[in-house]
């Protein structure tokens, strides 16, 4: 079940959207970047989307997120490598690599169909949950 975290952040999400369809548009896909250290679970902020967009207009549409993985190092042997989970052990053997991440949360583009039905797609600016300005948005 979806938690106040994932609901909040949606909700936020769509707020900032919503300021930028224009009047006759229609949202296909919003698609944002989510940095590890956000512990995001996909299958909760998808459900979360679905609720905070419904009767909105925005329902209907796709939430394409991109989790990026933590990044493992290992102080025995300096081997650096991508993980979907902060405690891997690395291949040297070493149990206890360091993990870092980032706690990013951007919009990244949206595809919008206008009132003629031609879809434009590309990114947006000033999507900060504060009013912000920012390329490559902030949604929270």
Known sequence: MPDVHEFSIADALATQVLRH???HGRVHEVE???????????AAME?????????TPLAGS????????????????GRVWESPVPFADCTCGEVAPRPTATDELD???MTVEDEDGDEDEGPV???TPDG???AGERAS
């Open 132 to 134: 912000g300005a920012e």
């Open 125 to 127: 600016a000033a999507a």
């Open 62 to 77: 796709v939430l394409v997120m991109d989790i990026r993985p933590w990044s493992l190092t290992c102080p025995t042997c």
């Open 32 to 42: 944002i970047r989510v940095g590890a250290l956000r512990g995001l679970e996909p």
């Open 47 to 55: 459900m979360c989307w679905d609720a905070v967009t419904h009767d």
């Open 107 to 109: 919009l990244v583009s």
């Open 21 to 23: 369809v224009p009047a």
